[in-house]
């Protein structure tokens, strides 16, 4: 028998916590919409994030409503605000001429 415990693991290794800390679960599904929508997005998109970014914002949004998680400026949780995200996709597309 190993001297590792159940399922192979370390028994000395002291468990890590969530970087983000400890959240509850959407028990009640109070933002199953929002996540539906997210996770149709993903399976629609060939699980590519980067397009389904405004489910995801609408999905942590409703969590944070909801008092699910901490609430958080949205650009710490990697979101631009809508202005600039607006220039930035404005000035990436001047001088193209189609």
Known sequence: MSAGGAFGGNRGARPVPPE???????????????KKEYITCLKSTGHNSEKCRQF??????????????????????GFRKEEELQ????????????
């Open 56 to 77: 995801s914002k609408k999905y942590l949004e409703c969590r944070m409503e909801k008092n699910l998680m901490a609430k958080q400026d949205m650009s710490e949780l």
């Open 87 to 98: 220039a930035s996709a404005d000035g990436s597309n001047r001088g193209k001429d189609i």
């Open 20 to 34: 983000k800390g400890v959240f509850p679960l959407d028990h009640m599904h109070l933002c199953d919409l929002e």
